[in-house]
């Protein structure tokens, strides 16, 4: 069964400052994965995803994400963090594999992300 | 074209009341997920709808039940509410197949306290 990790549940950074959230996947074969955004009260919102090619993909607001395949990881990254980017991030991977995948994505726990002017 | 619709979008019922929220997808998307989002569990699969068709349920008690219509709207019913109920319900709709490699849209979410 796949499974994502994020370590770090709380992340405060300056506006301007650069950030990255990490993400780690558990998954038998080739992921797909996905990054969201989500502000309070709000659905999800889709930043990126990566499903094959290119490891490093790019999204919206100025985010991209790296694929490592050996490291089992697809982590967020921004150059320059805007106050407006302040919201609950979260990482996750479907799969391909039949009945019990269908319409399933499994997501991490998020990452708060917090920006101080 | 309109994004993913969910109604209603907050709600209170009653332990041992039931209820029913509503998906409307994407126009064109035949794919419904829905997903139950709490703060100690995170973000669940609840169960996922292709033409009419349950093709895939998560980890839920029967109490927790869905259909989906032939102009692809779903709705979900949770029947006898228990406190632990109480939850931001999302649903999300894809374009595709609804395999793990399409991207799903999600709605707004419905926030139902039980009290």
């Known amino acids: 069964a796949q499974s994502v990790t994020q370590p770090d549940i709380h992340i405060t950074v300056s506006e301007g400052a650069s950030l990255e959230l990490r993400c780690n996947y558990s998954y038998g074969a080739t992921p797909y994965l996905f990054w969201y955004v989500q502000s309070p009260g709000q659905g999800l919102q889709l930043l990126l995803k990566?499903?094959?090619?290119?490891?490093l993909v790019q999204g919206i607001k100025g985010f991209e994400a790296e694929f490592k395949r050996s490291q089992s990881s697809f982590n967020l990254r921004k150059p320059s963090v805007h106050w407006s980017d302040a919201a609950e991030y979260f990482c996750a991977v479907g799969a391909n594999a039949g009945g019990t995948s269908y319409g399933k994505l499994t997501f991490g726990q998020g990452t708060i992300l917090t920006v101080h002017p | 074209k309109a994004g993913v619709t969910q109604t209603p979008r907050y709600l209170i019922k009653t332990r041992g009341q039931q209820v029913t929220l509503s998906c409307s997808p994407i126009s064109g998307h035949r794919s419904v997920s829905w997903y139950q989002q709490t703060p100690g569990q995170g973000l669940q699969f609840l169960f996922e709808y292709f033409s009419e068709t349950q093709r895939n349920k998560g980890n839920f008690p029967g109490r927790f039940s869905g259909r989906q219509f032939s102009n692809s709207r779903s709705e979900m019913n949770v029947s006898t509410l228990e406190l632990g109920d109480s939850a931001l319900y999302l649903c999300a709709s894809t374009s595709r197949g609804g395999q793990g490699a399409d991207t799903q849209y999600f709605g707004p979410g419905t926030r139902l306290t039980v009290l």
């Open positions: 990566y499903f094959s090619g290119d490891t």
